[in-house]
Nanobody, 114 residues
Framework: QVQVVESGGGLVQPGGSLRLSCLAS????????MGWYRQAPGKQRELVAT???????NYADSVKGRFTISRDNAKNTVYLQMNSLKPEDTAVYYC????????WGQGTQVTVSS
């Protein structure tokens, strides 16, 4: 079993920044990759960014150049640095641990509004 807990969401003005954190615990040796996803009201959950065990990253086209996924192995934590935020980035952001099984966190709300 893997537990995943997100934090760092909130309200930010357009053009602002936020950093989300995702702490993984439990059977972390079984994790091959970590991902950030988001779900806006009335829309399907979509991939934002992933980082695999070797360090390679992948981003949705809509966030390339604005968001950065990174990790701190010593802290078992993955981050999502979000810059130049837009109202369309408003969503619940979820962290996913990907491995022999997949584990989701509860999500953290990000609202971009003036």
């Amino acid at each position: 079993q893997v537990q995943v807990v997100e934090s760092g969401g909130g309200l930010v003005q357009p053009g602002g920044s936020l950093r989300l954190s995702c702490l993984a615990s439990g059977a972390i040796f079984s994790i091959n990759a970590m991902g950030w996803y988001r779900q806006a009201p009335g829309k399907q959950r979509e991939l934002v960014a992933t980082i695999i065990r070797g360090g390679s990253t992948n981003y949705a086209d809509s966030v390339k150049g604005r968001f950065t996924i990174s990790r701190d192995n010593a802290k078992n934590t993955v981050y999502l640095q979000m810059n130049s935020l837009k109202p369309e980035d408003t969503a619940v952001y979820y962290c996913k641990a990907i491995g022999t099984s997949n584990y989701w966190g509860q999500g953290t709300q990000v609202t971009v509004s003036s």
